[in-house]
């Protein structure tokens, strides 16, 4: 897959979005334009995330986390565990606006930026739980998720103890990791799902789009 030649962050939003076979309004392509503003200004003082260029971030994060999108199938109920400056839950709110999204958070900053945030773009539906959630915690919570994502933030096996409980029958929980997950962390994480109500998890490969870099997204569902 050849590197986009373009320099400028929302060209290289628009090729990406073009290449996953998406569509968006300009009102949301607006949108990611000042989360991607807000997200370097705060960068600047607070570490929110460790890409630091508009390139990597449109790449690694927006489109990243866009790339899982046909994976939701029909939920209308989201959780987005440890989900730091808003990956992948909030880029997949702005995708798909009548998502009615809970972003799990346990650190102070980036829970204040998330805030910020929503509150700038005026998303309905959005909920920030600035908690460190724990399997015990999540058990107290209501099973009333479509799904449950994560990316990057836990082992496989810790987020499926923290996912399944949350998860309606036949929700779906999506883990998005890098392309080489430890087999013996798939191993233990195949092991849990009998006991946590899930199916076996499967893997999907995928691409980032414009740069080709391999992804890996793990998906299973409550039996």
């Not at 994480?189 to 006991?195: D, E, H, I, M, Y």
Request: with cysteine.
């Amino acid at each position: 897959m050849p590197h986009s030649s373009s320099t400028q962050p929302m060209d290289l939003l628009r090729e990406g979005i073009t290449v996953l076979g998406l569509e968006l309004h300009s009102q949301v392509l607006e949108q990611f334009r000042l989360y991607l503003e807000e997200l370097q200004r705060w960068n600047a003082r607070v570490n929110l995330t460790g890409l630091k260029t508009d390139r990597d971030i449109v790449i690694k994060h927006f489109l990243d986390s866009l790339a899982v999108l046909p994976y939701l199938g029909d939920a209308t109920l989201l959780a987005d565990l440890g989900s730091g400056p808003g990956f992948p839950g909030l880029a997949l709110k702005l995708a798909r606006p009548a998502l009615n999204l809970t972003l799990v958070e346990a650190r102070a900053k980036k829970a204040a930026f998330l805030q910020y945030l929503v509150s700038l773009l005026k998303l309905p539906e959005v909920e920030v739980a600035q908690v460190h959630l724990t399997p015990a915690l999540a058990r107290e919570w209501d099973p009333r998720f479509d799904a449950v994502a994560s990316r990057a933030a836990f082992p496989l096996a810790r987020f499926l103890e923290l996912a399944a409980p949350l998860l309606r029958p036949g929700g779906r929980a999506l883990a998005l990791k890098g392309p080489n997950l430890p087999p013996s962390e798939l191993e233990a994480a195949r092991k849990r799902c009998l006991s946590l109500g899930l199916e076996s998890p499967a893997l999907h490969p995928y691409l980032l789009p414009l740069t080709g870099e391999p992804r890996l997204l793990v998906f299973t569902r409550r039996v």
